[in-house]
């Protein structure tokens, strides 16, 4: 199933910016739905944003739309998250998870197979 690297994590002002980036490996990443997750502390899991394996859906959650956006970069076998306007609220460890091959991502973590080991966004008031 490959490897998930998230980085790009750190601390940041509320206001600020940060691009997280998972870079894969042993797997046709070209095939792969993204998606990014995130983990408050005492929180469930939850979606952030996912874009399909061709490109042709993406779909973010309404606490981060407008603000966020995903992309990926098949030659380099990564996914970005691009963070802007970022809020306290944000803060939170940042995973990022891929499909099968061929399958669509959404927004619950079950749809995804392979998760990176996360990290960590905190956003300072």
């Known amino acids: 199933q490959g490897q998930l690297v998230e980085s790009g994590g750190g601390l940041v002002q509320a206001g600020g910016s940060l691009r997280l980036s998972c870079a894969a490996s042993g797997r046709t990443f070209s095939s792969y739905s993204m998606g990014w997750f995130r983990q408050a502390p005492g929180k469930e899991r939850e979606f952030v944003a996912t874009r399909s394996w061709n490109g042709v859906t993406t779909y973010y959650a309404d606490s981060v739309k407008g603000r966020f956006t995903i992309s990926r970069d098949n030659a380099k076998n990564t996914v970005y998250l691009q963070m802007n306007s970022l809020k306290p609220e944000d803060t939170a460890v940042y995973y990022c998870?891929?499909?099968?091959?061929?399958?669509?991502?959404?927004?619950?973590?079950?749809?995804?197979?392979?998760w990176g080991q996360g990290t960590q966004v905190t956003v300072s008031s």
């Open positions: 998870a891929a499909t099968g091959p061929y399958r669509y991502g959404s927004s619950r973590a079950r749809d995804y197979d392979s």
